[in-house]
């Protein structure tokens, strides 16, 4: 996964981005912080562990991961995947 593609994920997901020592993308539902994560500045592949902290700390498996990448997946069908696992 390339830095691009995850900064396209947040944006999708209508996160607010916030530009600092990395970048960090949190999501609000109802005025309440409900996920929080972040990437480095840099340009090119996320290395290591990177894309499955990113997967992790925004809660779904890999299926659904792959659905928000592919664009299967939008705002309201992230919404819903919270409601279910009880994080919204």
């Not at 894309?51 to 700390?57: D, E, F, G, T």
């Amino acid at each position: 996964m390339k830095v691009r593609e995850a900064r396209k994920v947040f944006e999708k997901l209508g996160m607010k981005i916030r530009e600092g020592r990395d970048t960090i993308a949190s999501l609000y539902y109802e005025g309440r912080l409900v996920i929080r994560t972040k990437v480095p500045h840099k340009s090119g592949e996320l290395k290591g562990k990177l894309p499955h902290y990113v997967r992790q700390q925004l809660r779904v498996n890999e299926i659904q991961f792959s659905g928000i990448k592919g664009c299967t997946i939008e705002r309201d069908g992230y919404i819903r995947i919270l409601a279910e696992k009880g994080i919204v």
